[in-house]
């Protein structure tokens, strides 16, 4: 059965972005030198490999606006599966009309999680941005979630879970630690109070 997985990487102080939107360091893009050392994808072996083997194999995902926005809709295509937005407004032209695997969802996280896993045909579902997983969280649509701690403290920025309803219980599923980062799976428990 299809599961929503949010896929995250944060610094140690609980930051997934600097003040500038950028991934903190000198180049900009610190929070991902665990797969992208100097910005450029790079294979990922051993322990850690099987995090970007399992993001591979995930039949489609669920983003924010934001996220998209900034990403330009990874010029709608993210490993060839389905992308669903997010949003309270209609995309612009590039996501409208340029990008057939991009379908924005106004009617809120829930539905766009329902649609998602409807069309993984069975795989995960990527979840991606920090509002998105809160709205997720709050709505009790977010299964399970893979946090990739990376040993730096950025101080400043945007942070992963700022602005949750209620205390929310996880479960650890696994850890896998590497020098440069340690890779933290948990399942979100569904017996609290955080709505189905």
């Not at 610094?11 to 100097?38: K, M, Q």
């Not at 389905?82 to 695997?101: L, N, T």
Request: net charge negative; charged share 20%; no cysteine.
């Amino acid at each position: 059965m299809s599961a929503s997985v949010l896929y995250m990487s944060v610094s140690v102080d609980g930051y997934i972005a600097a003040p500038d939107d950028f991934l903190g360091g000198p180049e900009g893009h610190r929070l991902h030198e665990w797969f992208a050392p100097g910005g450029e994808f790079a294979e990922v072996t051993g322990p850690a490999g099987v995090l970007m083997d399992e993001m591979a194999a995930t039949g489609a995902v669920v983003t924010g606006r934001r996220t998209a926005e900034l990403m330009d809709h990874w010029g709608g295509d993210l490993h060839g599966v389905p992308i669903f937005v997010v949003s309270h407004r209609p995309p612009g032209p590039a996501a409208r009309f340029g990008y057939p695997m991009v379908t924005y969802v106004t009617d809120g996280v829930a539905s766009a999680v329902e649609q998602a896993k409807a069309a993984a045909g069975g795989k995960n579902v990527h979840v991606q941005g920090g509002y998105t997983a809160q709205q997720a969280l709050a709505a009790g649509v977010l299964d399970e979630m893979e946090i990739s701690q990376v040993p730096v403290l950025l101080g400043a920025g945007r942070r992963l879970f700022d602005l949750l309803p209620a205390q929310i219980e996880l479960d650890i599923v696994r850890v896998i630690d590497t020098p440069e980062a340690t890779h933290l799976r948990y399942r979100v428990r569904r017996d609290q109070g955080v709505s189905p």
